[in-house]
């Protein structure tokens, strides 16, 4: 498998209970580099643009709301398949669903509060990557 490069999200659940450290802890351990990483505030018009696959889901708004509750740590992460990896060290989506070990049944609180973010495909990575770091190169 390649390097690759994938972008995460540490969601205001995350930044607000101060787990962001821990987190990258996790991505760390099994091989992820941090090569890009920033705290910030998205406004709404962000998180609707980068959300927007999901406008017409019922949880649109609220997703919405949650993501401009607090700052945000966005980061791009890099390692032998990366965007698989990352989804793999997440979890599922629900907490409550999501495999022992996995961020987000050890960190998240809810369907929606679940911690972290990662890029779904490769291609979903190179628009996720350009939309918070457009200096960053999307290949390693
Ligand atoms: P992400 O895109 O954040 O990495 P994902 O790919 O596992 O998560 P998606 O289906 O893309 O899940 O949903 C995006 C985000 O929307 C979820 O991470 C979660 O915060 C929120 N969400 C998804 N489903 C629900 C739901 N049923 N109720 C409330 N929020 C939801
Ligand atoms: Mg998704």
Request: proline share 4%; net charge negative; aromatic share 8%.
């Amino acid at each position: 498998m390649a390097i690759e490069r994938t972008l995460s999200i540490l969601k205001p659940d995350a930044t607000r209970r101060n787990v962001t450290g821990a987190i990258n802890e996790r991505f760390e351990a099994r091989g992820l580099s941090i090569v890009a990483q920033q705290r910030l505030r998205l406004t709404k018009e962000e998180a609707e643009r980068f959300y927007e696959v999901h406008a017409a889901r019922p949880f649109y708004e609220s997703l919405v709301a949650f993501m401009i509750s607090g700052p945000v740590v966005v980061q791009v992460l890099e390692g032998e398949g990366a965007v698989a990896r990352v989804r793999e060290i997440m979890g599922a989506t629900d907490p409550e669903k999501a495999a022992p070990g996995t961020i987000r049944k050890d960190f998240g609180l809810s369907v929606e509060e679940n911690s972290v973010h990662g890029s779904d495909s490769r291609e979903t990575a190179e628009r996720e990557i350009a939309f918070f770091f457009s200096e960053i190169e999307i290949c390693p």
